[in-house]
Every structure is written in C-alpha cells, then in structure tokens.
C-alpha cells in the first residue's frame, strides 16, 4: 500500500482555517492515502485525537500504515462519511472540534489502473470507491437505458452533447458490451466529433465524471451529509470542504448559506416568525482557491474551492 500517494490539496489553507493546535477531536472524513490527516496530527497536542474515515479499503490500509506512529491518536473507520453520525457513535465519538471533507477521487484512486476511473488509461471499466458495492460503471454503461445516460451525462458531466453520447453509447453496446475505458473514451470522441478534437483536454472527462458520480452517489445525500457534519461541531468547531466541481462546489455554498441565514420568512415581514436561528457562521465569505505556486506544484488542484463555517 506504499503506492498510494495523494498529494494534500490546499493543505495550509484548510489548517488556518481548522485550527488543530486548539486541539481536541478532528474528523478527516476523506481519509484517502493520509495527507491531511498527517498534517492536522502534527498540529494537535498529546490529548488530542484524529479520526480518519473512508470507504476505501485500499485508502483504510494505507493510511493505518502510514499513521501507525501517531499510535492511538488515530484511529480509521471504514465507511462512507454520509453515514458519519452513525459511525463515530458506534466508536463512542460525540462532539467534534474539525471535521475536513476533501471531495472527489483521490491520485491514487486515478492512477491505479485497475480500478477504471481514468480515461487516460485503458482499465475495466468499474469507477467504484467502494470495491464491496454492487453497482459499477459496467453497470450504468451497459445497463442504463438512453434517457438515463442522457440526463446523468447531462446534470453530473454538464456535458452540452449529452444526447450525442448517450445514443452513441446505446448504439455501440447493441453490438457488443462496452468493457474497457478506452472503448468508452473512444464513444465519446466519436459521438463529440469536431467539437470535441477542439478542446484542450479529453472530450471523455465530462462523461466520465457524471458515471464515477452516478456510481458513488456522490451527490445523493451530500447536503444532508454536510448538515450532519455541522450538527457534531462544538461550538467554535470548524467544518472545512474542498470540492473539485461546480456541481458539489453549488451544493457546499447553498447548505453552508442556510446554516448561516435559515430564515424564511418573507423578507418584508417587520419580525422573523419562522423561529430558525442561525447555527453557523461562514469563515469564506468566497471559495479560498490554490495559489499559482500549488496549481505548478500539483496540475490536479487547478478546479478545488475550499468553503468553511464555524459553529455558533
């Protein structure tokens, strides 16, 4: 598991806004290969703990080696951070002081080939963060019908030729089962035609975003994953999350921004009556973004946006 690198997104930001020298207990509910929690674990003292979870048995492994020498300072759960309350209740874990989410597919979740989430690389096609799952990118490719293909392509890739590539896809799976990535690229630079040969980068990227996000559920749940996060800060606890699209970015601001401003009453009402207070404050009135240094550093932080709030 040595191989599993991910290279720590917008790391010093996150930090600032943390606060781990405060100590207590901080959840990373993306552990992935480690990166974050390392840096947080460094920061807190003696007493204080880190949680790390994720779905990845992989990332679970990897991590648990890497952090061994924080001892029982740290401790991985395996499972999936929309279940989170659940979770660290089972582990006799309550209030929290950091909770940082960093969104999307780890490095090594990309590189590795075997796990198909790259077009970049002929693999089978699969997309799953969690290998126990049943549904895979085979799945949807082979199994949903073009209405389905269509609308996934078109809200999750945002991809204008969404029914391009869903009839193409229809089409050549008539002939025989799309099995690799590279049959799939191939499908989508052909239904993109011209337009696509335009681009400066793969016309497959947009399509291959909205399956992996179909196959994880990535966005199903995701505000009500955010507001559970919030509900586990103590008060001045700090919710940090690093998204890497515009759809997961949208979903952060509009739940963050209710917690801050949950009124709704009608705006020419004299006094509130709906009786919602505010729960948290925004600590980035706009998304903090990677300096020019970190977009050289590392090509993969160019579209990450971190938001945070703190517990009233």
Do not use: W
Request: hydrophobic residues 40%.
């Amino acid at each position: 598991m040595s191989d599993f690198a991910h290279i720590p997104v917008l790391l010093e930001e996150a930090l600032s806004l943390l606060r781990p020298e405060r100590g207590g207990v901080y959840i990373d509910g993306t552990l992935g290969g480690g990166g974050h929690a390392r840096a947080v674990l460094d920061k807190l003292d003696m007493a204080s703990k880190l949680v790390g979870i994720d779905r990845d048995s992989e990332a679970i492994a990897a991590a648990s080696e890497a952090l061994k020498p924080y001892g029982s300072r740290f401790t991985a759960i395996r499972g999936n951070f929309f279940d989170m309350k659940r979770l660290l209740a089972a582990a006799g874990i309550g209030a929290t002081d950091g909770i940082l989410l960093d969104l999307g597919v780890s490095s090594h979740q990309l590189d590795s080939c075997n796990r198909g989430f790259s077009y970049r690389e002929d693999a089978p096609l699969d997309m799953r963060m969690d290998a126990a799952q049943a549904l895979s990118a085979y799945d949807v490719v082979n199994g949903y019908s073009f209405e389905e293909l269509a609308r996934i392509i078109r809200e999750y890739g945002e991809e204008r030729y969404a029914g391009r590539v869903a009839g193409q896809i229809v089409k050549e799976r008539e002939a025989r089962a799309i099995e690799s990535t590279a049959q799939l690229a191939e499908i989508v630079r052909k239904a993109i035609g011209g337009a696509g040969r335009r681009e400066a980068q793969h016309p497959a990227r947009r399509t291959f975003q909205a399956i992996r996000i179909e196959v994880n559920g990535e966005l199903d749940g995701l505000e009500g994953a955010l507001r559970d996060a919030e509900s586990l800060l103590r008060p001045d606890g700090v919710l940090a999350v690093i998204t890497f699209h515009s759809l997961e970015d949208r979903i952060v601001k509009r739940t963050f921004r209710s917690l801050e401003h949950p009124c709704i009453c009608d705006r020419r009402a004299p006094v509130c009556t709906c009786g919602k207070v505010p729960t948290s404050r925004a600590l980035t009135k706009r998304p903090i973004t990677p300096t020019e240094a970190e977009l050289a550093r590392n090509a993969r932080s160019h579209s990450a946006k971190l938001r945070a709030i703190e517990k009233l």
